[in-house]
């Protein structure tokens, strides 16, 4: 008897195993991973290697602009099962970048419109209570930081030319006093003009992300007193002229002081997170256009200190960029290669880590992006929200559609993701600036 019972404990194991296999959902590897809106469903997994690229012009580079429609009365996001989704807010002013203080209240870059905004959640977190400016007339401000970061008594706001900081108290929904410039001169004038935030683990730092002037240096030209002179003077990978302190992530102290190049050769590192478990700093870039539907992808990735990530001369290791074949040798051998590569042509936005508890234990210490959509691909790719698949904290190079349903049809959109914040409740927050809205995802 004891011998039947052990026997149908040893089925029953082995049959919860194979369900337990059977769920995970296939990854979808090299030529499959790539595709168009058609194919994203919420837990469908992608994994894109260097090896899996094609060549430059396998197919033309398109034109493929999509028209940003009124959200159809019916049309709500799609979420894996286990998770809903609701409506948290709407009629902003092209919200970008949302950011979680300490406290709950959701800061929202309203860029278009110059300023930023205080949303107060509801007791339940479940939509706004109160919503003021709190601070406006900023240019074009995206990244927000709280600092210090436990018990902040800071806002800093960063726009395409300088880093501003607000005095701030817990609760604050306005500015309690005049606007401080930080750092007046952020490389600008032309070309992407998103300037991402952040302060290291440790607070000694503050990283500023800025995207290049141009798509893949165009206008570098020869850089003063010749190459071989600037290579010897100046870090890996860093441009000239009007690309100079631009593709890469700028270091301050807090006052704004001891500028530094931290990361090089990542074109436009659009956002910007820390994260908590390890501390690194992680980028979610748009990489360059012009070479065909499937090249270059954008990518999230860990930013280290003194790296090179390739533009514009190379991309995703030493695959070269045709445009500039030749120019530089000397850095071959020398690129990192990016963590996570993603749908080219995706426009990976704002980045977050999820570190609260509200969704099942496999997600806490993974990472979200916003993937803005497609402009230069035949057929549309992204606007939608991914996962970033950790494991111990190390990107395993997957990523999984976790929100999908943007894309009307192939011509029209009514949806263009953004910011992506963790609320205090543990619900994932995620701006849209083409209808002006906000969503919360919950379980």
Known sequence: MMRRIRTAVVGALSASIVSSAVAEPAVLRGKDAFGSWQGDTPGTIRLIRPADLPKPGATASAANVSRVVQRPASAVPKVPDGFKIALFAEGLSGPRIIRSAPNGDIFVAETRAGRVRVLRPSGDGSKVESSEVFADRLGHPFGIAFYPSRDPQWVYVASTERVMRFPYRSGDLKASGPMQVVVPDLPAGYGHSTRDIVFTRDDQRMLISVGSAGNVGEALGEPAGGLAAWIKAHPLGAAWGGETDRAGVLAFDPEGQNRS?????????????????????????????????????????????????????????????????GERPDLKGKITVPDVLLQPHSASLGLTFYDADLFPPEYRGDAFAAEH?????????????????????VPTGEYEDFITGFVVNDREVWGRPVGVTVARDGSLLISEDGNGTIWRVSR
């Open 261 to 325: 190049l931290f990361a090089s050769g990542i074109r436009n590192c659009v956002g910007l997170a820390v994260q908590p478990a390890t501390g690194a700093p992680w980028c979610s870039t748009n990489e360059r256009d012009g070479l065909g539907d499937d090249l270059v992808p954008d990518y999230v990735t860990r930013v280290k200190e003194g790296a090179f990530y390739g533009w514009p001369w190379y991309y995703m290791g030493d695959n070269p960029d045709p445009r500039h074949a």
């Open 373 to 393: 959509g497609s402009w230069n691909r035949s057929k549309r790719t992204g606007y939608k929200v991914i996962r970033i698949r950790l494991r111990d904290g």
